[in-house]
């Protein structure tokens, strides 16, 4: 995909958000189509917040409740107010004239709004997520198929063309996407992810050392993969790769050479510091329910 | 109450936090044409037989975009300790309730007074109600600072919507423990005998006593369950094969020192606010006792005087009003007491889940310098 204009980074909730309102979709309905907010930089445009906004669309005409739009913004405005329009975005798999259409009413809106097509139907075993915009705009088209194979999102970059004079067309110009996340956003996509493997797509929060011991798990299984590489590179399998076996010198000299004395020493300071927090907190406990027994007597 | 209830840090001088009030479900309760199972009608049904359920809600079950959400929310609007509060959209399924949508809710700002939050709540419910979003109000979210969200605000909150509706939650997100490598988010309901008491406004020792609540028993966890459609999952996997792998491995860091002496702070300032409590306490009750001994030695003279009176064959003495006289002090009111006892047990609990995960991190890490 062409790297021309501003990279569109998107972050997950954006997605989610898509997907439910997808999935709430009117009767009859095909698609749906929503209002992006974010925020803009020189070089990229960061899409943290939607809303779908209510339509219909039929052969030959489309109707968008712009006063819901203009008074969810207002609304959305009043708790994140450095958030502004910078597009909307359609579930559906191709770019119709109707949506030339919604983007021009958008693009009155915001200066440069971009149009992202999140394919929820999956026609091509994926969800494409594309984002495109006017050569003057970016607009994030999501297509979203209701099959669940694959999305597809399209961010495009529409421009002007035409003979001039005549009527005048307009071209969208796809956009390259990121996914982006704060920490704690990784965090809780780290966590939903999990939920894919469980046969009700459920899973429960677990706390405590059982984390510890997953986490640890976790490293462990891709020590194993790394072992198992290593192996097939010893045995001639697999022809040695150089960046690799540069990444494993790093790996391998991050483990830091103590002496052992220093080690206990740090190791023992640290596990008594504590225990002691675990001994005072238990006697606050303890404290405490003592007190409630003598005031209720 | 800002400086017996919340830390001075979080609660600063705004007195008290204006949480979202419940009066909505009431209104209402047209069927939204979704492409979702009905959910309203359920929801009435159960706000009708409130009361007669013991505990109506025995799990929740949230929708992985109400997370992102609540994430994002704090993440933008939260920063520099302050609290972050939204409203929590879903239906009850039989015991189960279902969380799926939030919307977050602005922070109260000095020339924005009155703002009118019930109208900000009226216009979202209604604009979300046409795009077929669940309208019903099922409770309320917060954000803590290091776990410190045991306070009268939240209380009042939580009983006003527990009252309300029956099924309602208060989730406490605690975005400092998410960052350490786990989503911390927890759900709570006030116990059947603390709704009790807050109706009865009773918060005297002799009506605590009688209802017979300790500070263990005042909130009632919920367990969570995160649960995904299909097309979430799909997205998952569109994520997880375009995203950077950014597994960070929080969880697994060593450092200690900062989040244990900060939580040791709050814990010490809780601590010295329950002592001064005690303190208050403690004086009132030698009071009592001291007026009572008054009071019977009054009453002893005066039987003297009368008897004596009575063997001169003079009139009596009136019979006054003791209680005019002596007049009992002031019970303290027992509920911040409560509270902070609540709280402090809450700072326990997580240090000690702390201590327990970086004792279990230090010893695979001494396991690890050991084979070398």
Known sequence: MSVFGPVVKIHPVVLASICDSYERRNEGASRVIGTLLGTIDKHSIEVTNCFSVPHNESEDEVAVDMEFAKNMYELHKRVSPTEVIIGWYATGFDITEHSVLIHEYYSREATNPIHLTADTALQSGKMNIRAY????????????????????????????????????????????????????????????????????????????????????????????????????????????????GRFLMDLVNKVPTISAEDFENMLNSNINDLLMVTYLSNLTQAQIALNEKLVLL | MAAVCGNADVFTGRVPLRNPSPSFPRVFTTQAASVRAPGPVISTEMASTAGTLDSPVKQIQIEGMVVLKIIKHYQEEGQGSEVVQGVLLGLVVEDRLEITNCFPFPQHTEDDADFDEVQYQMEMMRSLRHVNIDHLHVGWYQSTYYGSFVSRALLDSQFSYQHAIEESVVLIYDPIKT???????????????????????????????????????????????????????????????????????????????????????????????????????????????????????YLQRRQQENAQRQSRGEPQLPEEDINKMFKPPQPPPRMDTLLIAGQVNNYCQNVKEFTSQNLGKLFMAEALQGHN
Not at chain 1, 195 to 220: E, I
Not at chain 2, 211 to 239: D, Q, T
Request: one cysteine or more; a neutral charge.
């Open chain 2, 179 to 297: 960052g350490q490598g786990s989503l911390s988010l927890k759900a709570y309901r006030l116990t059947p005998k603390l709704m009790e008491i807050c109706k009865e406004k009773d918060f005297t020792p002799e009506g605590l006593k009688k209802a017979n609540i300790g500070f263990e028993h005042m909130f009632e966890e919920v367990p969570i369950v995160i649960r995904n459609s299909h097309l979430i999952n799909v997205l998952m996997w569109e994520l997880e094969d375009k995203s950077t792998v950014a597994d960070k491995h929080e969880l697994l860091n060593l450092s200690s020192s900062n989040h244990l002496e900060k939580s040791l702070q709050l814990l010490m300032d809780r601590v010295d606010d329950m002592s001064q409590d005690i303190v208050k306490f403690n004086t009132y009750s030698r009071n009592l006792s001291k007026q009572q001994q008054q009071k019977h030695q």
């Open chain 1, 133 to 244: 915009v006017r050569l003057a705009h970016l607009s994030v088209l999501c297509l979203k198929n209701s099959e669940g194979i694959s999305e597809c999102q399209y961010v495009f970059y529409s421009a002007q063309m035409g003979v001039p004079g005549k009527t005048v067309g307009v071209m969208f110009t796809p956009l390259s996407v990121k996914y982006i996340y704060y920490d704690t956003e990784r965090i809780g996509v780290d966590l939903l992810q999990r939920t894919r493997m469980t046969p009700g797509r459920t899973k429960g929060l677990t706390s405590d050392l059982s984390q510890v011991a997953g986490s640890a798990s976790r490293v462990q299984d891709m020590l194993t993969t790394v072992l198992a590489y290593i192996e097939d590179v010893l045995s001639g399998k697999v022809t040695a790769d150089n960046s690799v």
